[in-house]
């Protein structure tokens, strides 16, 4: 809808950024606690490594199942026809 933010998730009721954020600050503090540092490169593809669930085919078979999902203006918004995984997309 355009003006409107579009709620991207990662899991029912988890967004997908905090997700991503998430799992790249355990990262850091394992490589820390391991006394080695992650690399740019290697930062980003963590950061990265679930893009694919914003595809909005993926968004929608997390709205399908979410219970958040009545008051949900992204779930409303989107076609529950198509059901695509992300591994695909998120490991390129």
Do not use: W, Y
């Not at 991503?20 to 690399?39: G, P």
């Not at 490169?41 to 914003?54: N, R, S, T, V, Y």
């Amino acid at each position: 809808m355009p003006g409107k933010p579009v709620i991207v998730c990662s899991h029912p009721r988890k967004l997908l950024e905090d997700h991503l954020l998430q799992t790249l600050r355990i990262a850091e503090e394992m490589a820390a606690k391991f006394n080695f540092t992650l690399s740019p490169a290697q930062k980003k593809a963590l950061f990265f490594h679930d893009i694919g669930k914003a595809h909005p085919f993926f968004q929608a078979r997390l709205c399908k199942n979410c219970p958040e999902k009545e008051r949900c203006d992204s779930s409303k918004a989107l076609s529950t026809h198509k059901k695509i995984g992300h591994a695909e997309s998120s490991g390129a």
